[in-house]
């Protein structure tokens, strides 16, 4: 049967934050792009399908990346020297406007694509740009590399420079709509369209509201920024008196998840006071953790604990090019690092992360956006890493967990990615 195999191997897996498993030598079975279950002997009603043996390597679910801005890729690890308003202005903004050029545009997704189809992630939800065709041919090169996942059209009509300002709501709405139905017609099977609002700063109240309308009109779920930066935050509150905080000024328009709705994810969630953590809970938005880029551009310390306690939703970000890596192991480490600063220098009744919860964020926690993803129960959409860290030499036995904590922290993935599936479909 097609996507239907057998993975030999020492399988990891979380079922929740707080549970992990290990299964040395064992055998987790596929059948039809989805798992039927990890077992320490095969059953014999699967011994006629194929088993990929990975030797004494780790097999775990691929990794999800719930924050990426894909034509950021081009400039990543420079240009870090300034806070967030400032940063987009000077170097993020006038990159994105090159995007216009359909030949620069091909060159940056190509890069991306082919880097994100190597890593270890398996599901994104990525930004493109303003730009409708651009954003369709990024599309159409993750569809092509088998990743999975949801990449939106970005809305902006005010706050932008010139070149990457659209020329009116209407306009902005109409192209919004343009894509959308470009999206229904090549009947994508991996990658989906999601409303992209860059946040309250570029985009007028009557852009929100016909984005309101495409988002029931065509059932689509939603991605944005919330209270990143001091600067930021100061500056929505100039542009939105009327609105309680943040959140409410997306809340306002239906765009902040909610019951009924397609889903939601926020990025950063660095400042977010108790109103908008009340209301993130309540309309089931995701957090979209993305450490690294806190830190580059000089955001804060997200309260993670405080959300994890409170039952939020809460996946992993790279936010490339705040962030300089692709890699979700990188930010799995980052997530535990910068949960421990925020233990030592704001709060230390919040216990810092372990790298078995940040495990977790980085597979089912993040992959639960796309449905039944990132883990080995069963029903679950197979998305499979074979990670080998043969490269990274030890002088006595280790458990499989101590190995692939090992090998997050050592950055194994850079040599250590020995096969890749998605849905079933094995793309290394």
């Known amino acids: 049967m097609d996507g239907s195999f057998v993975v030999k191997g020492n399988i990891i897996w979380s079922e929740s934050l707080s549970s992990i498993k290990s299964m040395e030598d064992s055998f987790l079975v596929v059948e039809e792009g989805k798992v039927k279950g990890v077992f320490k002997t095969l059953p014999s009603q699967y011994s006629s399908l194929s088993i990929y043996d990975s030797g004494n390597g780790l097999v775990v679910p691929g990794l999800s990346d719930i924050h990426v801005h894909a034509p950021q890729f081009g400039f990543r690890g420079t240009n870090l020297d300034l806070e967030l308003m400032s940063w987009l202005d000077t170097y993020t903004f006038p990159e994105e406007s090159r995007l216009a050029d359909e030949e620069y545009a091909d060159k940056v997704y190509s890069l991306f694509v082919s880097t994100i189809a190597k890593s270890a992630t398996t599901r994104l939800a990525a930004f493109a740009t303003r730009h409708t065709d651009a954003t369709l041919a990024l599309m159409d090169k993750i569809e092509e590399a088998g990743l999975s996942g949801f990449v939106g059209k970005v809305n902006m009509d005010r706050n932008a420079p010139d070149s990457l300002r659209e020329e009116s709501a209407d306009y902005s709405a109409s192209e919004t709509e343009r894509w959308l139905k470009a999206v229904e017609e090549r009947g994508y099977s991996n990658v989906k369209p999601i409303l992209t609002p860059r946040f309250i700063p570029s985009c ?225």
């Not at 804060?300 to 962030?323: M, N, Q």
């Not at 930010?331 to 600063?341: C, G, N, T």
């Not at 810092?352 to 964020?361: D, G, I, M, N, V």
């Not at 883990?375 to 030890?394: K, M, R, T």
Request: some cysteine; hydrophobic content about 35%.
């Open 204 to 428: 007028t109240d009557a852009l929100m509201e016909k984005l309101s309308l495409l988002r029931d009109r065509y059932c689509l779920p939603v991605q944005s920024h919330l209270s990143e930066n001091m600067g930021e935050v100061e500056f929505v509150k100039e542009l939105s008196p009327s609105s309680a905080f943040y959140g409410d000024a997306y809340d306002r328009f239906g765009l902040f998840g909610g019951e009924g709705k397609n889903g939601c994810i926020m990025a950063h969630c660095v400042l977010s006071g108790e109103d908008e953590i009340s209301l993130i809970k309540k309309n089931g938005v995701y957090v979209a953790h993305c450490p690294e880029s806190n830190a580059n551009l000089k955001s804060g310390i997200a309260p993670l604990r405080r959300y994890l306690d409170e039952g939020i939703k809460v996946g992993l970000g790279s936010d490339i090019a705040g962030g300089t890596t692709e890699s979700i192991f990188d930010a799995m480490i980052d997530a535990v690092k910068m949960s421990k600063m925020y233990w030592r220098l704001v709060d230390d009744s919040k216990e810092p992360l372990s790298f078995k919860e940040a495990f977790f964020l980085g597979t089912k926690g993040g992959g639960s956006f796309f449905g039944k993803v990132g883990s080995f129960e069963e029903g679950y959409e197979a998305d499979i890493l074979v990670l080998s860290d043969s490269h990274i030499p030890y002088p006595r036995a280790l458990s499989p967990l101590e190995r692939l904590e090992r090998f997050a922290y050592l950055h194994g993935d850079i040599n250590g990615l020995e096969a890749k599936w998605v849905k079933g479909r094995r793309l290394f």
